[in-house]
């Protein structure tokens, strides 16, 4: 299957579907990782916090790394894609390990237990997750071609994130995590028999030092400001995943039934989205979507979840899951200007380094999310946080609120005026697209002399 030819819908599906075992499993440790140590474990919410953001600052440091290694493949099992295998198992194996823990007595052999299992399974999300999330920019040359298929691993990661909200409804926490585990491992499997017959675009082989690749990507004008918005966003991301379950607990006060069906029409508001925003994109372009998005984001989040009283579960799922829902969409758009980027890099090097892009674009999220973790932590701590579900002070419930609502919408509202500020527009990309036509085709006719 050549990479400038339309992909078959079995392909696009099928590379799609490892989003929904990486996404099961990153929605549940965001949730409920946290919860789980403090309110079942018995680790205390500081050392949880901690043990959680260095784990993911060590994920933050192995993405580049392994988004240069997966650009260096070269081998018999398909380059990038042979790493899913290895990834999906490595993967299912750290889960089990986060959410078994042995019986463990005292705070530090709990913190270094969950400090550890984190670690290892973080190290097989990268093993996974970059190589996999580099491939979309190398099965196809067609810009449109390549926000389908980043809408369709979005529509899959939004199908594993609604799994990962009804699952904890019926199972408990460890056999929810043995769904994930075995899930990963089959998704994972699945990508890669399904694009199996794909021919990808294979970048050159690289000779710059490891470390020194780490700064390649901000030498380029068009990733820096683009990476500075999706950092911003990605911290109202965080900030938001990681207070949620206790928002939901301590502010609005309703139960957990209410809190995973208002969690669940959300993620499928945000699934069915995806379609309007990606035809959205081929019409009006990526950037000015994305924009609006992120502003009525930023202050619907701000009024609604400043405003509603406690038990308005009817306000938060139809404000909330359904009526902001329905702009998360424009959030995938983000990921596919990435590959724009690219091109551009392309064009100007000669060189196609999409493992290089990634590892650092995940490189910068993970230290973000982990900066999310210690943010809610530290607030709950200094607002007297009690553990193992005790009753809370009144500062707890203000400082959730500010967190929840103002402090999320914030991170949207900056993000869409760097995006408003970005120069790389949609015609740039075009004019980029057909040098780059141009240099091929000059390629092929010095070939065929």
Not at 227 to 248: E, L, M, P, R
Request: positive net charge; charged residues 10%; glycine residues 10%.
């Amino acid at each position: 299957m050549s990479s400038g030819t339309t992909l078959p819908l079995r392909v696009q599906c099928g590379y799609a579907t490892a989003e929904a075992g990486i996404n099961t499993a990153e929605t549940i440790l965001r949730l409920y990782l946290l919860a789980f140590y403090t309110d079942q474990v018995g680790l205390s919410a500081a050392l949880a916090g901690l043990a959680i953001a260095l784990a993911i600052c060590w994920d933050a440091v192995t993405d580049p790394v392994m988004g240069v290694i997966s650009d260096r493949t070269r081998h018999r099992f398909g380059g990038r894609r042979g790493y899913l295998p290895l990834g999906g198992v490595w993967l299912g194996l750290g889960v089990l390990a986060v959410f078994w823990p042995p019986e463990l007595d005292s705070q530090a052999a709990k913190f270094v237990w969950l400090l550890l299992s984190y670690c290892f399974l973080n190290t097989g999300m990268t093993v996974l997750s970059v190589p996999y999330a580099a491939m979309a920019g190398e099965m196809t040359e067609n810009p449109h071609q390549r926000t389908v298929l980043f809408g369709a691993r979005f529509a899959a990661a939004n199908l594993g994130a609604v799994l990962a909200a009804v699952l904890p409804m019926a199972l408990v926490t460890q056999d929810v995590g043995l769904v994930t585990a075995l899930l990963a491992v089959a998704t994972a499997l699945c990508t890669w028999w399904a694009t199996k017959n794909v021919r990808f675009l294979l970048p050159p082989l690289q000779h710059t030092p490891l470390w020194q690749s780490f700064a390649v990507p901000f030498g380029n004008v068009t990733f820096r400001p683009l990476i500075a918005a999706y950092v911003v966003a990605n911290a109202g991301i965080g900030v938001q995943a990681a207070s949620f379950v206790y928002y939901y607990q301590h502010v609005l006060q309703v139960s957990d039934g209410d809190r995973q069906a208002v969690l669940a029409v959300l993620l499928g508001v945000f699934t069915v989205s995806i379609a309007f925003w990606v035809w959205l994109s081929k019409r009006c372009g990526k950037r000015v979507p994305l924009i609006v998005g992120a502003s009525v984001l930023g202050v619907g989040t701000t009024l609604l979840y400043t405003l509603v009283p406690a038990g308005g579960v009817a306000w938060v799922m139809g404000c909330g899951a359904i009526g902001l829902g329905a702009f998360v969409g424009s959030i995938v758009l983000i990921d596919t200007l990435l590959t724009d980027v690219l091109d551009h890099d392309l064009l100007r090097t000669g060189q196609l380094r999409s493992g290089l892009f990634f590892g650092v674009w995940k490189f910068a999220s993970k230290l973000v999310r982990a900066g999310s973790f210690v943010i809610v932590t530290g607030v709950l701590a200094l607002a007297g946080f009690v553990e193992n579900g005790g009753a809370q002070p009144p500062a707890v419930h203000s400082a959730l609120v500010w967190l929840f609502g103002p402090g999320v919408g914030a991170f949207f509202v900056g993000a869409a005026w760097i995006l408003y500020r970005y120069r790389f527009t949609d015609q740039k990309q075009a004019q980029v697209r057909q040098l780059l036509a141009r240099r091929e085709q000059r390629l092929a006719n010095g070939v065929r002399r």
